[in-house]
């Protein structure tokens, strides 16, 4: 069901539209009609207490028995669907307290009763170690994405003008950055009215190894997002960075159809660092250091602390694999890209969430002012999907390294059976909105409470996703949220619901009442045909 949460609809039934006759024909006696025995009734129909009826698991299309709809099928009166089913928005599903076992739809289960997944556990519950349990079987940030290191890189130096950290911390004090290049260590007095400080350009990347990028240490705990500034409008992107302690050493890339190169970027925080790169292309060959690399051929390279590694293509490397030997950062970035035909380009660039940080069930929010987006499901090996998106269900198997693709419109639910990476690529518009990358985070990496930036020179909004049953309760700065429209999906047992709102410059603070957890997204654009997205925060995988 895809739809404003207000507009929900149950097809019912009345007793005249199941007794509508047929008329005998020269075979036999129809639907409802008197009958002694089934042989006086037409194909299919059986005499039932005399009359000429259905099969109890089937009913009448109006021309002849048919057998009762499943969980997901499509539907216009309530007889239509199997028992136990309901139709509810065109669609036969269970009620939100019951889910589907394959056969009919039976209560969820409460609090330690055993489980196979999710879906049979009461709402806000996790099958965990084959138990319904309120916490999922990974540990979780509770509160905010804060913490106190980070490593900063950008990749594209021939149009950007200006790079900056966005901070969000609650308590004045102090941060240390550490530019590579010159082995210069700079303290920065940093406060809440403190939320954009400029960075040199020595931490952008050109192709190859190089000491570009910067080490942040904060002597309190705060929030942090890199920002992008085109110098003409167009190159202009941002991502939120990723604390040094949730850094890993495996990687999916994400990418997508480019104007102008394709780029990994690869940062570490170590000495005698080896990267393998199983590559992934979209064409072939690649060449670096005058060898030409094709697919599943592997580029190795070994880096030095404070040193990072750039390679680009002129196609997509989407489904490439990096393996390291020690934590690193990396980033995805491209030097132009454009979806809508006749549309300016924009320079993509979003930071990566390792392997060991991905999840298998994500709701995609509704952009505002962004009809259409292109959303990408990465999987690191063979996977089955589910996505539920404009009222339609599709499933896949995608095999190890490949991706799905699809048209976002308003909310889409992606479900897989392993972890996977979701990128959303919202469309150009008229307005001098550019395209522009964001992750999107899984349901378990959702927080009740964000801290997050909302930078400067841009029209800004938020998105939020959260279990419909919670959609009260949500206050921004403070003062509660009005909600006055909502899309809403569900999954055949659980309900979720995405609204957005407009937002201005600055710190904020978004939570809900209740401790709910709920996702949240941050992005804009402006005539300068400037744009950016990046997810507000993420509970990181602890253990």
């Known amino acids: 069901m895809v739809g404003n949460i207000e507009s929900t609809s149950l097809s019912m039934f009345s007793s005249d539209d199941i007794r509508n006759e047929s008329a005998p024909n020269e075979t036999g006696k129809g639907q409802n009609q008197y009958c002694d025995s089934s042989s006086e009734c037409i194909e299919s129909l059986q005499c039932i207490e005399t009359s000429c009826v259905c099969a109890e698991k089937d009913y009448w299309d109006g021309h002849t ?9 499509t539907c216009r009166l309530i007889h239509e669907c199997g028992d136990t089913l309901q139709c509810k928005n065109k669609t036969c599903i269970c009620c939100k307290n019951d889910y589907w076992n394959g056969t009919f739809c039976i209560t969820k289960k409460q609090i330690y009763s055993q489980c196979n997944s999710h879906i049979e556990c009461e709402i806000g519950m996790y099958c965990c170690h084959g138990f319904c ?10 509160m905010s994405s804060s913490d106190s ?37 700079k303290s920065i007095t940093i406060s809440r009215d403190i939320y954009s400080i400029n960075v040199p350009k020595s931490v952008i990347m050109p192709n190859g190894i190089s ?13 942090m997002y890199g920002l992008q500034m085109g110098s003409n409008g167009g190159y202009t992107e941002g991502y939120i960075a990723i604390p040094l302690k949730y850094l890993s050493t495996r ?71 990096v393996s390291t030997s020690k934590p690193v950062s990396m980033l995805s970035s491209s030097a132009c890209t454009s979806i809508v035909a006749g549309k300016g380009c924009n320079e993509l660039l979003e930071t990566v969430l390792p392997i060991n940080q991905l999840d298998q069930t994500y709701i995609i929010p509704a952009i505002e002012t962004r009809p259409n987006s292109s959303v990408r499901i990465f999987c690191t090996r063979t996977t089955t999907l589910r996505v539920i998106n404009k009222k339609q269900v599709t499933d896949r198997v995608i095999h190890g390294q490949e991706h799905f693709e699809f048209i976002h419109e308003k909310v889409s639910h992606v479900h897989a059976n392993n972890d996977v990476l979701v990128m959303l690529y919202a469309h150009e518009i008229d307005a001098g909105g550019t395209v522009f990358m964001m992750t999107i985070q899984g349901r378990n990496q959702y927080l009740s409470y964000y801290d997050f930036v909302v930078p400067d020179n841009f029209t800004s909004y938020i998105s939020v996703t959260v ?16 909600i006055r429209s909502a899309y809403t999906i569900h999954d055949g047992a659980e309900y979720y619901s995405t609204f957005s709102l407009p937002v201005t410059a600055g710190n904020h603070n978004m939570k809900h009442a209740r401790g709910v957890r709920f996702g949240l997204w941050v992005y804009g654009q402006n005539t300068n045909y400037d744009s950016y997205g990046y997810p507000a925060g993420i509970a990181f995988k602890t253990r």
């Open 149 to 185: 290191a980070f490593i900063i890189t950008f990749t594209e130096p021939g149009n950007v003008k200006a790079q900056y950290l966005l901070l969000n911390t609650r308590n004045k004090g102090s941060l240390s950055q550490f530019t590579f290049s010159n082995n210069l260590n």
């Open 211 to 223: 000491q570009n990028g910067a080490e942040i240490y904060s002597r309190i705990p705060l929030v």
């Open 467 to 482: 279990i419909s049953d919670a959609l009260d309760g949500i206050s921004l700065d403070g003062e509660l949220i009005t």
């Open 251 to 321: 990687y999916i890339f994400p990418s997508f159809k480019i104007n102008k190169d394709s780029s990994i970027t690869i940062s570490s925080i170590n000495d005698n660092t080896k990267i393998q790169i199983n590559l992934k292309m979209e064409k072939e060959p690649l060449k670096y250091t005058g060898v030409s690399y094709r697919n599943n051929d592997t580029i190795t390279v070994l880096i030095n602390k404070h040193y990072s590694f750039k390679l680009s293509h002129t196609s997509d490397l989407s489904g490439t694999i």
């Open 65 to 73: 028995c048919v057998a009762r709809k499943i969980q997901n099928e």
């Open 133 to 142: 349990q309120l916490s999922s079987c990974f540990k979780y940030t509770e």
